[in-house]
């Protein structure tokens, strides 16, 4: 067994007045539009949950949570957080450490930047300062869509 393993993930959603925007399980309820989305449309827990996947080789997030399910309708992503850890842990591994990027144009988001990274941190049991959240914004080529991706450093229990 590997000592570390390295995981790699992404997600984007699109856009839409009238719904809401949740990121890393918190509700931006100053967002002027909300994803498009089967579950809640967290694309920062998706692509959290994708990587840990990533770097077990267990595929993706779509495999054990498909969008045709109604089971998963307007699921809470955390859901889907904890059960790709339980997979991660079930495989001899956890999450050591975390890098998370957010594309979005509005609304800007670096005034929640702890909030989010510390509530991603309480989700995969981990210390705030092991959680980096970056924001970006599409420099206007991809206003309709938030995009999130991340690597996570995953380490053998
Ligand atoms: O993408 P760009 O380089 O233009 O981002 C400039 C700054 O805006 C960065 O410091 C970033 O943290 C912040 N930002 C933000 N919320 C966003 C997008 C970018 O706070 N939604
Ligand atoms: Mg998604």
Same mark, same amino acid.
């Given at each position: 067994?590997?000592? @570390?393993? %390295?995981? @790699?993930g992404e997600d984007a959603h699109r856009l839409q007045v009238g719904?809401r925007l949740v990121l890393g399980g918190l509700d931006i309820v100053?967002?002027?539009?909300?994803?498009?989305?089967?579950?809640?449309?967290?694309?920062?827990?998706?692509?959290?949950?994708?990587?840990?996947?990533?770097?077990?080789?267990?595929?993706?997030?779509?495999?054990?949570?498909?969008?045709?399910? %109604?089971a998963w309708k307007h699921l809470d992503s955390a859901t889907i957080?904890?059960?790709?850890?339980?997979?991660?842990?079930?495989?001899? @591994?956890?999450?050591?450490?975390?890098?998370? #990027?957010?594309?979005?144009?509005?609304?800007?988001?670096?005034?929640?930047?702890?909030?989010?990274?510390?509530?991603?941190?309480?989700?995969?049991?981990?210390?705030?300062?092991? #959680?980096? %959240?970056?924001?970006?914004?599409?420099?206007?080529?991809?206003?309709?869509?938030?995009?999130?991706?991340?690597? #996570?450093?995953?380490?053998?229990?």
């Open positions: 067994m590997l000592p @570390y393993r %390295v995981g @790699y719904l100053d967002a002027p539009r909300g994803a498009v989305a089967h579950s809640d449309g967290d694309a920062a827990l998706h692509t959290i949950a994708d990587a840990l996947l990533s770097g077990l080789a267990l595929g993706d997030i779509g495999q054990y949570f498909p969008d045709t399910d %109604v957080l904890r059960r790709c850890l339980a997979l991660t842990r079930e495989r001899g @591994y956890r999450p050591a450490n975390l890098a998370l #990027v957010i594309t979005l144009d509005q609304p800007k988001l670096g005034a929640r930047r702890a909030e989010i990274a510390g509530r991603i941190a309480a989700l995969m049991d981990l210390d705030a300062s092991a #959680v980096g %959240v970056s924001f970006k914004t599409s420099e206007g080529l991809a206003p309709d869509h938030v995009q999130a991706r991340a690597t #996570v450093l995953l380490e053998r229990l």
